[in-house]
């Protein structure tokens, strides 16, 4: 079965960086999409950025110009980098993966991200 693999969490300073992993493993990643979404205490958890079998990204408007999704089909990975990070990007950060051919979908266990200021 298809299990995620989330590394790179942790405390960083406002304007920091982080980078965030996840890999894949029990399916054929090219054909997944992916995504990182997050989950502030008490709000809704959202979309962060996605990336589709074909590379075509897609950013929340809070994270535009500072995160970047991109990932690695021969390593069965998907990276999250985030720059110029402010408080308000404090939550748990959540790998998805979903099965295109049957839209079945899977969840990484989430890893937390601090941002101090």
């Known amino acids: 079965q298809v299990h995620l693999v989330e590394s790179g969490g942790g405390l960083v300073q406002a304007g920091g960086s982080l980078r965030l992993s996840c890999a894949a493993s029990?399916?054929?990643?090219?054909?997944?999409?992916m995504g990182w979404f997050r989950q502030a205490p008490g709000k809704q958890r959202e979309l962060v950025a996605a990336?589709?079998?074909?590379?075509?990204?897609t950013y929340a408007d809070s994270v535009k110009g500072r995160f970047t999704i991109s990932r690695d089909n021969a390593k069965n990975t998907v990276y999250l980098q985030m720059n110029s990070l402010k408080p308000e990007d404090t939550a748990i950060y959540y790998c998805?993966?979903?099965?295109?051919?049957?839209?079945?979908?899977?969840w990484g266990q989430g890893t937390q991200v601090t941002v101090s200021s």
């Open positions: 998805k993966l979903t099965d295109i051919a049957t839209m079945r979908a899977v």
């Open positions: 029990g399916s054929i990643f090219s054909r997944n999409n």
């Open positions: 990336i589709t079998t074909f590379g075509t990204t």
